[in-house]
């Protein structure tokens, strides 16, 4: 089982950055594959990137392609997503989430382990 915490959320404009981290518990962290998500409101819950449980790969939507870049320390448990050149339209609530499926994996459904989420804000 993984327990999943994020943070580093806040309000930024337009075009600043941020890091979001996602803190896991739990011995075999390295074995599980970490997406992240977000929800804006009124709005399903999209895919926004994902990496596998060595960091060797990753995956983008095209919507953030270019401008967020998902990594993973997994001696300190930690997936990060360094999100640049942010734009109003990131404005959501984030999410990390695991799944020990190995492949690549974009529908929500097939995470198994979710955090609470952290706001982004992002003014115009």
């Known amino acids: 089982q993984v327990q999943l915490v994020e943070s580093g959320g806040g309000l930024v404009q337009a075009g600043n950055s941020l890091r979001l981290s996602c803190a896991a518990s739990g011995r075999t962290f390295g074995g599980y594959r970490i997406g992240w998500f977000r929800q804006a409101p009124g709005k399903e819950r999209e895919f926004v990137a994902t990496?596998?449980?060595?960091?060797?790969?990753?995956y983008y939507a095209d919507s953030v392609k270019g401008r967020f870049t998902i990594s993973r320390d997994n001696a300190k448990n930690t997936v990060y997503l360094q999100m640049n050149s942010l734009k109003p339209e990131d404005t959501a609530v984030y999410y990390c989430?695991?799944?020990?499926?190995?492949?690549?994996?974009?529908?929500?459904?097939?995470?198994?382990?979710w955090g609470q989420g952290t706001q982004v804000t992002v003014s115009s």
């Open positions: 989430a695991a799944t020990s499926i190995d492949f690549i994996v974009v529908r929500p459904t097939r995470y198994n382990y």
């Open positions: 990496i596998t449980g060595s960091g060797s790969s990753t």
